[in-house]
């Protein structure tokens, strides 16, 4: 609820489509001129149409996938941005923001064109294409890396790549279906969170709409049809609701505006997901907000709501006195109404509710813009996320972008009353290093509300956190890195250790990845100079201790560079293979026995799954020789795998092997459900295997304490559907945790 500043949408569009998406009409010029002498009137319309023409010719003859003119795509992002109130400048770059990618046109004649600013905004907004990467993460980190620069110079930047990506995303059915599933998570994951931060509201539930309804059609499905089935009951109790609340204000002398909605689509799939409801069980589905003139007034209606209906402790936040980090500002309580259904009241100024809905581009459209100290304010955050990632791996840029910027905040409060904003999940550990990095290194414990927690305590809102430090401390610990939450503590972390303890890293570091190399079968060919050596050159390493410490002190990851150990050993093997017809390259063949897996170098070879860790495709597998029973399959992670391979004698028995990727078979594996006692919890398992047309063949129940613990083998074809079965079951009610099992020994 707090990440979505109140998470709904107009009840009109969302019920009955009443009410048009940004950007949603024609693409004339006349149409984008009302626009914009709607929304931003003291545009200059000449240079406007200017650039419409520009890039009506500068597109002719390309389609979009749709089959429609391509020339549609750049006038509606700039529709959208008319009607976000943009400036002149952001909207003629809506309209060329794709001629430097896909157009002859050049950074120079857009400059001469239409001025510098527009050519540094389509620059920023342009995705760096024509650059060959190693990996698609490669890619995009820095294609998202190149967008936060150009943010941190003009934060227009993010707001046209938004409009852009929301016109996409309302496009997606013409992708095929693993491009929609792709670009609906990167939407999820990177855009709408981003639109959050910048707090433009209607473009971040319209991106995550759009991006559930392909990630998970059936929920979204089921959501939107039990909505317009108790759409008339919504709309009837909501304006019992407004009217009831208008005539009491109005009575006690207070002007206000009244609106209200329902939850948008994604956040109510996320707290039905998140907390195993069903719609039903979501009390706050609906919403009111008030709108008055006058600051003191907001706490005076809040007043008057609370005599009028009763509140629910512990669901009153106030965002007024400790705004979010994207500025907004109101008042959330949730009351119950007379029908026993509860709901939400937001209560906020007009200026409040400006911000509210569009964000940082409510300076553009009631203001002049982001001037002086304003404009340092809503940069400092870009900035100090690309200062925390400038020696960041690809992978982890990405994932540290996800955690640091669009988690859920939680606000805590330092013993002197400053407010700390950090992820959810936050450890004192992330509260330590926020406030310093001389605090995090000397901490050795933690005070939450004046009582000690563990290292590894969750933060909740409103508490008051405070670091016990300690001179005499050798500093922090190594599996901090496991604990802290933020990239930033994380890389102040990696900096200490890289500073003080080498030694102990090139020794740390030299374990991890020889149990790593081990495991996929590649110790011995990185004792070779010819592997290892490309490798070192590849990550700017002079010798194999310096590769050591990075891994010890977490500045490279071991799974990077088995990635690179394995492209050099089949780079070396093709080459040496290349003139030979008898040596050609493993081809991956159906297996003799049919058992569906593919062993290197050995044919009509006997093959069994162990019972220890019950692989199927999709785990990563390695396979061992057994005598006299073939071959045994365990699951690379499996404990009796990493035990194995500890005894240097049978290391030579540990063989690569490979899923065939044409088996159909039916490969069994077991999971492990903990769930609360409740009678007839066991039948709803079962009936949600039935509905997805899993077999049970085998299922024990221990019975602990008032928990039940299901021990169940499913026959399933591969890991993804194992992960959407277990989906499906964590939604039971009453059901705790799934998990696969593995036991402690074959």
Known sequence: MDRNNGGFAPFQSELEGGQEPLGQADYSLETLLKKVKEHSPLSDMEKITKAYHFSEKAHEGQKRRSGEPYFIHPVTVAGILAELGMDTDSIVAGLLHDCLEDTSATYTTLEKEFGRSVADLVNGVTRLGKIVYSSKEEAQMEDLRKMFIAMARDIRVIIIKLADRLHNARTFQYLSEQKQRDKALETMEIYAPLAHRLGIQNIKWELEDISIKYLD????????????????????????????????????????EMKARVKHVYSIYRKMYTQNLNLSEIYDICAVRVIVEELADCYNVLGFIHDLYRPVPGRFKDYISTPKPNGYQSLHTVVIGREGIPFEVQIRTREMDRTAEYGVAAHWKYKDGLKGKQNEETFAWIRQLLESQQDTQAEDFIQNIKVDLFSDEVFVFTPKGDVINLPAGATPIDFAYAIHSAVGNRMVGAKVNGRLVPIDYELKNGEIVEAVTSKETAGPKRDWLQIAKTAEARNKIKQWFKKERREENIQQGQAALDRELKLTLLYNDFQREEVYGPVLRRFNF???????????????????????????????????????????????????????????????????????????????IVGFVTRGYGVSIHRTECRNVAKGMENTEEYGRWVRVAWDPYTKFKFSTGIQIRAKARVGILADILQVCSVMKINVTEMNVRDSQGQGNYFCTLEVSDREQLENIMNRIRKVSGVIDVSRTMAEKN
């Not at 499905?221 to 208008?246: C, H, P, T, W």
């Not at 297996?591 to 999709?618: M, R, W, Y």
Request: aromatic fraction near 6%; include cysteine.
């Open 542 to 620: 002079a010798a194999k201790d310096d590769l050591y410490a990075s891994i010890g002190y977490g500045g490279v990851s071991c799974a990077k560079i088995l990635t690179k150990v394995q492209e050099e050993v089949e780079r070396i093997n093709r080459q040496k293979n290349k003139n030979d017809p008898n040596k050609m390259p493993l081809q991956r063949k159906r297996a003799t026995s049919d058992s569906g897996v593919i062993v290197e170098g050995v044919d009509n070879c006997l093959v069994k799954f162990s019972k220890c860790c019950t692989p199927i495709p999709g785990d990563n």
């Open 217 to 256: 059609p059936v929920g979204y499905g089921e959501i939107m049809s039990q909505m317009a089935d108790n759409g008339q009951q919504y709309e009837d109790f909501l304006q019992g609701v407004k009217k009831r609340i208008s005539e009491k204000l109005l009575s006690m002398g207070i002007p206000c």
